[in-house]
T-cell receptor, first 114, second 113 residues
Framework: NAGVTQTPKFRVLKTGQSMTLLCAQD?????MYWYRQDPGMGLRLIHY???????AKGEVPDGYNVSRLKKQNFLLGLESAAPSQTSVYFC?????????????FGEGSRLTVL | AQSVTQLGSHVSVSEGALVLLRCNYS??????LFWYVQYPNQGLQLLLK??????LVKGINGFEAEFKKSETSFHLTKPSAHMSDAAEYFC???????????FGTGTSLTVIP
C-alpha cells in the first residue's frame, strides 16, 4: 500500500530555475495539501485542494503554483526558484477536511536552491 | 486565524521517566486536535486525535493526551519513555468548518539512556 508518494525526494536547483514536485495518493482522498517545513517554524501550508480541478492558497503561497488535474495527483511548481525556497516539502492528503479525518503524509522532498 | 503553541522546542527525559509535551491552541469554537510524530528523514505520522468524543484520548505507542477546554490545552503524555520515542512531535488543530490544519512549531524529544 503506497499511500502518499512524492517525487523527487532530493533536488538541487540554481536560482531562477524552475521545477515541479509531484505528489500521488492511492487512497481516493478528496483533499490534498502541500506544506513546507523549516527549522523552528513547523509546517506551513503552501496550497491545498478540496477536489479535482480545485486549488486554494494557504499561509505561504507566494512563489509557488499548483495544479490538481487528476484526483490522485497534486503538483507543486516553482517557476523561478529562490534561496528562500530551500526547504523540505511535504505533501499530505485527507479524506475529509478538518473533522475527524487525519492527514496522511508523504516522506518529503528536500529542495536546495543555490 | 487559528494558532497552536508548543512550549519547549526541545525536551529531554531519561529512559523510563514521564514524557510531557505541551500544546495550547487558540480557537473560538471547539476544534479538532491532533498529535503527530516525525522520525528522522520521514513524514509525519498520526499519534492520536481528539474529535470531541472523549476528553482523554489514547494513541499509539502508549501515548495519550487530555483535552482541557478551560485551559485550551491538549498536552501529550507517556508514563515511561523509551529510546524509540526520540523524535519530533507536532500538535495540530483543525476546525470542522475549514479545510486547513494548523501546526505548532514542534518539540524535539530526546531520551537519555
Amino acid at each position: 500500500n503506497a499511500g502518499v508518494t512524492q517525487t523527487p525526494k532530493f533536488r538541487v536547483l540554481k536560482t531562477g530555475q524552475s521545477m515541479t514536485l509531484l505528489c500521488a495518493q492511492d487512497m481516493n482522498h478528496e483533499y490534498m495539501y502541500w506544506y513546507r517545513q523549516d527549522p523552528g517554524m513547523g509546517l506551513r501550508l503552501i496550497h491545498y485542494s478540496v477536489g479535482e480541478g480545485t486549488t486554494a492558497k494557504g499561509e505561504v503561497p507566494d512563489g509557488y503554483n499548483v495544479s490538481r488535474l487528476k484526483k490522485q495527483n497534486f503538483l507543486l511548481g516553482l517557476e523561478s526558484a529562490a534561496p528562500s525556497q530551500t526547504s523540505v516539502y511535504f505533501c499530505a492528503s485527507s479524506w475529509i477536511a478538518g473533522g475527524p479525518g487525519e492527514l496522511f503524509f508523504g516522506e518529503g522532498s528536500r529542495l536546495t536552491v543555490l | 486565524a487559528q494558532s497552536v503553541t508548543q512550549l519547549g522546542s526541545h525536551v529531554s527525559v531519561s529512559e523510563g521517566a514521564l514524557v510531557l509535551l505541551r500544546c495550547n491552541y487558540s480557537s473560538s469554537v471547539p476544534p479538532y486536535l491532533f498529535w503527530y510524530v516525525q522520525y528522522p528523514n520521514q513524514g509525519l505520522q498520526l499519534l492520536l486525535k481528539y474529535t470531541s468524543a472523549a476528553t482523554l484520548v489514547k494513541g499509539i505507542n502508549g501515548f495519550e493526551a487530555e483535552f482541557k477546554k478551560s485551559e485550551t490545552s491538549f498536552h501529550l503524555t507517556k508514563p515511561s519513555a523509551h529510546m524509540s520515542d526520540a523524535a519530533e512531535y507536532f500538535c495540530a488543530v483543525s476546525l470542522n468548518t475549514g479545510n486547513q490544519f494548523y501546526f505548532g512549531t514542534g518539540t524535539s524529544l530526546t531520551v537519555i539512556p
